[in-house]
């Protein structure tokens, strides 16, 4: 998408190049200061026609604001407190430390694989956001029956049969085919794809009775690891806006929007080989719940 808070309400950006602006997410790249390299910018890494994989995951954004019922608000807020969920003194004052983590207890429900029973309140909805990004980013969403289950556990059930309907329309066996996967979701024999997105940070944005409005930090990674691969795991940052509704005793998704960034400075890290990200995958389980 262009940089800045557009909602995902447009198709216009997409293409058959499932690395493309698909959903608007681009890739950032960024040059060192001088010195650090024989060119003035530090070692330069293989040169790439496409967009990084995990554009793939704008289709999801681009197929919910289409159903979206109202555009994000503005604002800002978080919670404090101990672990109990109890404010500090000193938060009273000045407000906890924005890295500090947060929160009382995890809830124990489960709606399928994604946890359920958030509390009726504005960390509660803080804590549905960020699961929903976690499911809704996973290798999941590229077979059908259990995007559908996805789906299904986290948006509002009157927009739950539309939006199953778009999204099948999108996982076509042309995308599917472009992001490196067989026509049925699949992945080549010898190959692991990968889809995990990693929230970073939540912050609230409006919260209200029922409603509210929560943005949640992220990075992802995406890609197809293993030997043969012509499509690298790639990192990306992203903010995604959800608007929440409290449906049937828990948080619900009635739209959603996402934009770039904010992005940091790449370290110093060597990038592991293709087999080396395939045994990370396998071997570190994603997260099914945040904050």
């Known amino acids: 998408m262009s940089p800045g808070d557009d909602d995902y309400g447009n198709d216009s950006g997409r293409s058959n190049d499932g690395y493309s602006t698909l959903g608007g997410t681009r890739q950032t790249r960024t040059r060192l200061p001088d010195g650090q390299g024989g060119d003035g910018y530090g070692p330069r890494r293989p040169a790439r026609t496409s967009r990084s994989l995990f554009t793939v995951i704008g289709v999801v954004v681009l197929l919910l604001a289409a159903i979206a019922f109202a555009n994000m608000g503005g604002g800002g807020g978080g919670g404090n407190g101990d672990g109990d969920g109890t404010p500090r003194s000193e938060d009273k004052k000045a407000g906890s430390a924005p890295t500090a983590a947060t929160g009382t207890k995890p809830v124990a429900g489960k709606n399928g694989s994604i946890p359920s029973g958030f ?126 509704k409290w449906i049937g005793n828990d948080w619900k998704i009635e739209s959603s929007s996402q934009t770039e960034g904010p992005t940091p400075v790449s370290g110093d890290n060597r990038a592991s080989t293709a087999d080396e990200i395939a045994g990370a995958v396998k071997g570190y389980g994603g997260f099914t719940y945040a904050r």
């Open 119 to 244: 509390a009726h309140d504005e960390q509660g909805a803080q804590s549905a956001a960020s699961n929903f990004a976690v499911a809704l980013g996973s290798v999941e969403m590229f077979n059908s029956a259990s995007r559908q289950a996805i789906v299904q556990a986290t948006h509002d059930p009157a927009i739950v049969e539309g939006l199953v309907s778009d999204l099948d329309k999108a996982y076509s066996p042309g995308f599917l085919q472009n992001v490196g996967l067989n026509d049925d979701g699949s992945t080549p024999d010898g190959l692991t794809f990968v889809s995990r997105t990693v929230p970073v940070g939540t912050k609230t944005v409006e919260h209200s009775g029922d409603t509210a409005t929560v943005e949640v930090w992220c990075t992802g990674l995406a890609g197809m690891a293993g030997q043969g691969s012509t499509k690298p795991v790639t990192e990306t940052w992203f903010t995604i806006s959800e608007k929440l």
